[in-house]
């Protein structure tokens, strides 16, 4: 029996194709339509998960919408009506799409289903969980635990902004919920939006800058406690209470209140691109130590509700990886399992899989160990035919090496020569993260590479710090840490043995004076506070990006090199062999490999491109 799932028409839609609870394909929408976030119906990765199981919409059960938009619309209009006559501009702007568009999403969804996938309506059948709902079936059922708790964190969906829920063998009980205008997510994105980022998009902007604050000066600690009394209340179970004359997105068009802001924190708004100053890496660091409070909080009380000895995490806040590793390291659950999209791309399989397992009441396997998401890796994959198609078509100049063992045998020695590569192989990742087969590769030794990276590949800020890709095996000689984390979504200190000790009065250093400090013997990838983002690779999910750091390790005795995403600011991962040659010409990168081919910058033709690419993607 299939089912499909989609999220739609906030931020990051989506498909996910299941059949009896295997998850087959899933895709994000921007990765067709190469618009970042892309809101619009999913119809390239409707596509794409049908033609992947070889099957048309009528042989789909059921397709799945991630959230009642009635209930939405009812949290509008109570919301709007208790700030009356505040946000009468926001109201003008809002109702009439929602009246337009979304009141009518059944409707809307039928005719999108119709249209591309040439069935009548009449044939589909619709249904609709609850947001959150979807967020915890997508972290508890493709999990590898028979019963755990769960919690889900984000910004809002229909009123609840954060849920602790029991899972057990097929079921899901919701014990706990916090309700909009309340909401941890909401906070960090006020933070976000304050701190000159683009909300949706900047969190994890924030989150890498808050190391760079400074823990010894007193600031930190001055703006944890004004947050902590005078615009939240958090309370003994993680849930809080915001005090909205602060903020300005329940009923406004912003997200906050600039002037109470302002008189409260010392300092102005950051404009978009302008200078990062020490304050403003201090107020990073102080809303990220407040976000982990509340997210222990609400694990204790998961744990005191439950009972659980493992715990399952979704919601866009669980993309907070240093938040993550934090409550791992705190040890109130022996495990933790993160939905690798955990956002909102991620609700599309999770109303897939509450359907199948809820709705429908199927039985449900599970070994302890193992999870069911097959790597992440559930999205388009290519073949050498359209790889040698995109090298005609751009003239490009390439390089077949007959064995895989010789191909990674020659990407290591680039590697080690210093070299940037663009990596690309089998299928596309599902989530916000590069997992090593649309990936940008290098040595973790040289100390220029994230300089390199950022200002040359990437085309970003360069404080943002780059993760580790680390062979399973050897986790624990670079890192300290005892978990796999196959994902990227925990963050762990690089090991004391490998650290350089740091300067007197480095704190109180300038933010680019911190930068490019030699931190350990795996500078790129080791953060301001000694911390990084890893990747465990895998043997049995990812043979081929195992292999290769194999290589490397042979090659230098190191069993780790930096991943990046396989794109530049603003724009979406490459998905095709033609996106990767376009982002390979358009940056400093020096080869690229995609499957078994190789092709050399040097003996690419001159790159010409009409009008400015950069135009194309704004600045996320």
């Known amino acids: 029996m299939y089912l499909l799932g989609i999220s739609a028409f906030y931020h990051d839609s989506a498909a996910a194709l299941i059949c009896n609870g295997e998850v087959l394909a899933a895709a994000q929408e921007e990765r067709f339509t190469r618009k970042k976030q892309d809101s619009s119906f999913p119809a390239h990765a409707v596509r794409y998960c049908l033609d992947h199981a070889g099957i048309t919409l009528a042989q789909v059960e059921a397709v799945v919408f991630y959230d009642k938009p009635f209930l939405k619309f009812e949290r509008l209009l109570e919301t709007y009506y208790a700030f009356a006559p505040m946000g009468l501009s926001s109201f003008l702007s809002a109702i009439p799409v929602w009246i337009k568009e979304k009141l009518m999403l059944r409707t809307l969804l039928l005719e999108e289903l119709s249209a591309s996938c040439g069935v009548e309506k009449s044939g589909i059948k619709l249904l609709f969980p609850e947001h959150h709902l979807s967020h915890a079936a997508s972290a508890f059922f493709p999990s590898p635990f028979e019963d755990a708790a769960v919690i889900t964190v984000d910004g809002v969906g229909e009123w609840a902004t954060a849920s602790i829920c029991y899972g057990t063998k097929n079921s899901l009980t919701i014990l706990k919920e916090l309700h909009f205008p309340h909401s941890l997510g909401l906070l960090y994105s006020a933070f976000t939006y304050y701190l000159g980022f683009k909300v949706n998009s900047g969190e994890y902007k924030l989150m890498g800058l808050a190391p760079y604050g400074d823990p010894c000066s007193g600031r930190v600690e001055e703006f944890e406690r004004l947050i902590m009394t005078r615009m939240v209340d958090v309370k003994d179970d993680g849930s809080l209470w915001l005090d909205q004359g602060y903020f300005d997105y329940a009923a406004g068009l912003t997200m906050t ?55 399952c995490l979704a919601g866009g806040v669980a993309l907070n990886c240093v938040a993550n590793g934090k409550l791992l390291k705190s040890g109130i659950f022996d495990k933790i399992w993160i939905q690798p999209a955990a956002g909102d791309a991620g609700g599309a399989l999770g109303a897939a899989l509450a359907t199948h397992y809820i709705y429908l009441g199927s039985e449900r396997h599970c070994d302890g160990v193992t999870d069911r998401m097959n790597g992440s890796y559930l999205g388009p994959e290519y073949s050498d035919l359209e790889v040698m198609q995109t090298a005609r078509r751009y003239g490009a100049g390439l390089l077949r090496v007959e064995s895989f063992a010789a191909l990674c045998e020659q990407t290591a020695l680039l590697l080690a020569e210093g070299n940037v590569i663009g990596w690309f192989q089998g299928r596309m990742e599902w989530g916000p993260r590069a997992l090593g087969n649309r990936s940008i590769i290098a040595d973790p030794r040289n100390p220029e590479m994230q300089k390199k990276l950022n200002l040359k590949i990437k085309y970003r800020e360069g404080f943002r710090p780059f993760a580790p890709s680390v062979l399973i095996e050897d986790a624990e000689e670079y890192f300290e840490i005892e978990s796999a984390s ?102 400093e990168m020096d080869y690229l490999v995609i499957g078994n081919f190789i092709f050399d910058k040097k003996e690419q033709p001159k790159w010409q491109e009409a009008g400015e690419w950069r135009d194309q993607y704004g600045l996320d």
């Open 257 to 311: 209140d600039n002037r109470r802001w302002q008189e409260l924190f010392g300092f102005a708004p950051r404009a978009p691109e302008a200078e990062l100053t020490s304050e403003h890496c201090d107020l990073a660091l102080a809303v990220q130590r407040v976000t982990e409070e509340v997210l222990i909080r609400m694990a204790r009380e998961a744990k005191r509700l439950t009972g659980a000895r493992h715990l």
């Open 486 to 587: 196959p994902y990227m979504l925990l963050v762990a200190d690089v090991h004391e043995k490998r650290r350089n000790p740091l300067p007197e009065g480095y704190h109180a250093q300038a933010l680019r004076e911190k930068l490019y400090h030699l931190r350990s013997d795996i500078p790129s990838v080791t953060h301001i506070d000694y911390s990084a983002r890893l990747q465990t690779v895998h043997r049995d999910s990812n043979p081929r990006y195992w292999q290769l750091i194999h290589a490397f390790k042979e090659k230098t005795g190191y069993g780790v090199i930096v991943n990046t995403s396989f794109n530049v600011r603003g724009e979406p991962i490459v998905m095709t062999p033609e996106d990767a040659y376009k982002c390979f010409m358009r940056t």
